[in-house]
């Protein structure tokens, strides 16, 4: 049987430069992403994903609004977010700003929610730190009731108790389709299946098939739940171009700006290009030609019995022009030859 595939792509809004290497302002990037999306509704990529951040080199902090007006120019894309850091958010609000884009996008709104590798939205937002664990685990609770479109009788630590109360706007038709995003947790795994929620695993570095054992336990949970196993999915880096000498040598300038900020804040070594070439030759990082790229989802696709596949095509300051080119080629040429490959 053909494995049924869904492929998608993310951003985090990464701020771009101009024609004369200059950062972009926040507004102009927001206003690319805008038209990004709606290349890559064209083309029939089956869903863009917008990330939460709260820092100077990226420019989307509220990627409801920024999908709310994908949905106005989009007609037939699947909109999320990628991830919403739902530890520093109100849990209520969450369901009702997507249960908002689901109304306006007739029915097209998804929501990944995580933890979020970055910790910027904590003291913004006046959340402690050491509270981590707690205010992911609690809010995912209250999340999880409210998206049952009932009645809300909910208690916890983090905010005062619910009784007997109602969320809306409610969802249309069905449920809002809610992912877990995982960075390699096990707690996380099960925690997903606990709930009964589709599993999205964040694989930004090493061999994606390391991932094997996190999709096998999530298998395991469920069959000792009793259930049927929801989607699971990947989300990685990538870029495409014309030849794997061109798509690599747009994306190592802007990749090792990113990976080297980053990297500096948390204690990492800069990033050689002996690593670049290691990650795009037996890592994560899926960049090259539209057959290379293809030819590698394919793989990790079958390898991990993956649902859905988001290449995270923005990457640093890598320009606008050379981001049009590459979802141009994903959704024209890359897409169609994975379905070929997974037929």
């Not at 809610?178 to 707690?187: L, Q």
């Not at 800069?270 to 989802?297: C, N, W």
């Not at 793989?299 to 995270?312: C, E, H, N, P, S």
Request: without cysteine.
């Amino acid at each position: 049987m053909a494995q049924h595939l869904e492929l998608g792509l993310d951003t985090f809004g990464d701020v771009t430069t101009d024609a004369e290497g200059n950062l972009l302002p926040h507004a102009q990037v927001l206003r690319n992403v805008v038209d990004q999306a709606v290349l890559a509704d064209e083309l029939g990529v089956d869903f863009i994903g917008v990330g939460e951040h709260h820092r100077a080199d990226f420019a989307v902090s509220a990627p409801e609004v920024l999908l709310a007006a994908i949905a106005g120019r989009t007609k037939r894309i699947h909109l999320g977010s990628a991830v919403t850091v739902l530890s520093s958010d109100d849990p209520i609000r969450v369901f009702q700003r997507f249960s908002t884009l689901d109304a306006v996008s007739q029915g097209r709104a998804e929501v990944i929610l995580g933890r979020g590798s970055f910790t910027e939205s904590f003291p913004l937002f006046g959340f402690e730190l050491s509270q981590y664990e707690t205010l992911f685990e609690e809010k995912l609770d209250l999340f999880v009731a409210v998206l049952r479109q009932e009645a809300v009788t909910w208690s916890g630590s983090i905010r005062p108790p619910l009784k007997n109360q109602r969320v809306f706007p409610p969802i249309e038709n069905g449920t809002l389709k809610t992912w877990i995003g995982v960075g390699g947790s096990p707690e996380s795994v099960i925690r997903a299946a606990r709930h009964d929620l589709p599993l999205m695993l964040a694989i930004i570095g090493g061999d994606p098939t390391r991932f094997k054992p996190y999709v096998d336990l999530y298998h395991r949970a469920y069959a000792q739940l009793g259930k049927p196993v929801q989607p699971i999915g990947v989300h990685s880096p990538g870029h495409v171009a014309d030849t794997d000498a061109q798509a690599r040598a747009e994306l190592y300038p802007s990749y090792k700006r990113m990976r080297d900020k980053i990297g500096a804040e948390r204690g990492w070594p800069p990033m050689g290009k002996g690593d670049f070439e290691q990650e795009a030759d037996h890592g994560s990082l899926y960049v090259g030609s539209p057959e290379t790229v293809a030819r590698k989802i394919a793989v990790t696709a079958k390898a991990l019995g993956i649902q859905r596949f988001d290449m995270k095509y923005s990457a640093g300051p890598l320009p606008h022009d050379k981001l049009m080119r590459s979802i141009e080629l994903y959704g024209s040429k890359v897409i169609p030859m994975v379905r070929e490959m997974l037929a």
